[in-house]
């Protein structure tokens, strides 16, 4: 079975510019989670999803950073305007969740993506 | 806010030592989760601790779950190369929805 995909794996661009990170979880999962990691802050949780509603979004650092699950096998991660302090691994997870609890269930990740803002 | 904490951050051994790395939580936990992310890879799942004292084990993987529910540790026998990587522990608590997770044990292994 396929796991968790994310693209791209690198990515590398200038201060100001969007960029938009991309997830396809695990079919029939249905949570996904947005993770973003660096040597200081370790893994912290951005935003995640249950049955592509954004279930708690507390942990998105500023409104420079959005998220959005339009169907089951899809997520985006868009930062606008980028900044250096951005530059981290972003990792999307997914788990079979059912409601309450949903956590309770391993978290899958997908590869990543190194994101490089200059 | 919940904050999951864990010793030691960094850890060196020599090929055949044993290995053990502490995981605190300043709240109650429902259940914990242990992760194991190599080398520019990703976290994976290892196992997750749910009742109160429990204890599991994977091969030369100790895994336990403090009788208050708010510590945890995972301790390896014998150490191999190939248990190079961050092991990272992940908290859920009672109530919440979202797993909280340690800043990891990076643990290095000497052949």
């Known amino acids: 079975d396929a796991g968790v995909i994310q693209s791209p794996r690198h990515e590398v661009t200038e201060m100001g510019q969007e960029v938009t990170l991309r997830c396809k979880p695990i079919?029939?999962?249905?949570?996904l989670f947005w993770y973003r990691q660096t040597m200081m802050r370790g893994l912290e949780l951005l935003i995640y999803?249950?049955?592509?509603?954004?279930?708690?979004d507390s942990g998105m650092p500023e409104d420079r950073f959005s998220a959005k699950m339009p169907n089951a096998s899809f997520s985006t991660l868009k930062i606008q305007p980028s900044e250096p302090r951005d530059s981290a691994v972003y990792f999307c997870?997914?788990?079979?969740?059912?409601?309450?609890?949903?956590?309770?269930?391993?978290?899958?990740f997908g590869d990543g993506t190194r994101l490089s803002i200059l | 806010g919940q904050q999951v904490m864990q010793i030691p951050q960094y850890q060196h051994v020599q090929e055949g030592e044993d290995f053990t790395t502490y995981c605190n939580s300043s709240?109650?936990?429902?259940?914990i989760q242990w992760y194991k992310q190599r080398p520019g890879g990703h976290p994976v799942f290892l196992i997750q601790?749910?009742?109160?004292?429990e204890v599991k084990k994977q091969k030369r993987l100790t895994f336990q779950f403090g009788e208050a529910k708010k510590n945890s540790s995972l301790h390896i026998t014998a150490t191999q190369t190939t248990d190079v990587g961050t092991y990272f522990c992940?908290?859920?608590?009672?109530?919440?929805?979202?797993?909280?997770f340690g800043k990891g044990t990076k643990l290095t292994v000497n052949p």
């Open positions: 997870a997914s788990s079979l969740g059912q409601g309450i609890g949903l956590s309770n269930q391993p978290q899958h």
């Open positions: 079919s029939g999962h249905n949570s």
């Open positions: 999803f249950n049955n592509n509603v954004p279930i708690d």
């Open positions: 709240t109650t936990l429902s259940n």
């Open positions: 601790l749910v009742k109160s004292g």
């Open positions: 992940a908290g859920l608590k009672g109530g919440s929805e979202k797993l909280v």
